[in-house]
């Protein structure tokens, strides 16, 4: 029978009612595994998005520690806030729009991607005024027709580059044969991510740049699970149960009562919400592990909290942690099952995760 007049079995610092703990050990263990399906191609650990949600300069410097010698952002903010920490590797920032501050970015040693002609010549421009040679890596569309130079655009691009570095306002960093053809002095060729670096050696050139892997989640789950690649989700969810209650058959649960109880049980509230990044189709779908046992979210998730049928017979307090997604120990959930339960991908998972859930870095990779 359940009390829900007990005492809380934790106690959260500050009254956060939810965490994401972040293993820092585990991003390092895994760049060191990514390292070794790179052979001999360097790593360049992706970062953007606060580290997927896992924090930017923890997870910054974990990769690091774990052999990564390049990070990757999309935004040149990203970028400067790793320079501004103190982090010295190198970094590339790929994401830009016109009228970005790209002199601040040349004077702090960020390397820069090109896939128009007007971020070469507002490059090249600042690096002109600063008196310095930019490094830039030059985009192709390889086929999804994001960013990148796309069709007749890119011998245009090739062309323009190579007499920018002529002149010594640029050096060319990336593009492979018609960059060759057309005369550039390419330092470094990359285009594999995380499933070409765990799945396609041949596609590893002089580095890959892995992302989601990086934080021990599957980027291909339909060909095996992150432990099969070797890795070990670094991210666990968890929330202090706000408060328990007995309620009879046929009691509606939340907004719309789009769950109703099928006999008398035991309501659990879990105070975290669509607000904190949790899905708010997870309506009656989303799995939570609470004291042992697996269950799942009880009607409409709601922007602060969610409710979840414990069953008659549970043991649960006001204070015990239900586990939202971790590493899938003793049948927990983890990121990729909220994933599947919601039709998305483990990414969004943990990168929608808000600022409002505090992270909790632990381990000794800093």
């Known amino acids: 029978m359940t009390a829900p007049d007990a005492a809380p079995s934790t106690t959260l610092s500050g009254g956060a009612p939810a965490r994401a703990t972040v293993d ?7 760049v060191r595994t990514l390292r070794e399906h790179a052979g001999d191609a360097g790593v360049m650990a992706v970062v953007k998005a606060d580290g997927y949600g896992h924090g930017l300069l923890p997870s910054a410097r974990a990769a690091l520690a774990g052999g990564a010698s390049w990070l990757g952002v999309a935004q040149l903010p990203e970028a400067m806030a790793l320079r501004e920490a103190g982090i010295d590797a190198r970094v590339l920032s790929w994401l830009h729009v016109p009228g970005t501050d790209f002199a601040a970015a040349i004077d702090a040693d960020v390397d820069l991607s090109v896939s128009a002609s007007w971020a070469l ?6 690096a002109r005024t600063l008196g310095r ?3 830039i890596h030059l985009k192709v569309d390889t086929g999804l027709g994001r960013n990148g130079a796309y069709g007749a655009d890119w011998p245009v691009l090739l062309d323009a580059a190579r007499a920018l570095e002529a002149e010594g306002a640029v050096r060319v960093a990336e593009a492979v ?3 060759e053809k057309a005369g550039c002095d390419l330092e ?11 799945t396609n050696p041949s596609a590893a050139f002089d580095l890959v740049r892995p992302g989601i892997a990086v934080y021990g989640l599957s980027p291909v789950p339909q060909l095996g699970d992150p432990a099969s690649f070797g890795l070990t989700p670094a991210m666990t969810l968890t929330a ?3 408060v328990v209650k007995r309620v009879p ?20 509230l879990v105070p975290v919400g669509y607000a904190d990044g949790i899905p708010r189709n997870a309506t009656n779908v989303g799995p939570v592990s609470v004291a042992g046992t697996r269950h799942t979210v009880s009607g409409r998730v709601c922007m602060d909290q ?4 414990v069953g008659p017979e549970a043991e649960v307090h006001p204070g015990d942690v239900a586990e939202i997604f971790g590493r899938g120990d003793a049948g927990g959930p983890t990121a990729e099952d909220w994933a599947q339960a919601t039709g998305t991908i483990s990414y969004e998972i943990v990168t929608r995760i808000g600022s409002r859930v505090p992270r909790v870095h632990v381990g000794g990779a800093r």
């Open 121 to 126: 010549e507002e490059v090249a421009a600042a």
């Open 249 to 268: 058959a046929g009691q509606g649960v939340s907004y719309g009562h789009q769950y109703v109880t099928q006999r008398d049980t035991t309501l659990a």
């Open 240 to 242: 202090n149960i706000a």
């Open 306 to 309: 969610f409710v979840v049928d």
């Open 133 to 135: 040679t930019a490094r």
């Open 24 to 30: 820092l050990d585990a991003i390092a263990g895994n």
């Open 188 to 198: 470094v060729r990359h285009l594999a991510n995380s499933a070409a670096t765990l």
């Open 177 to 179: 044969r018609e960059a």
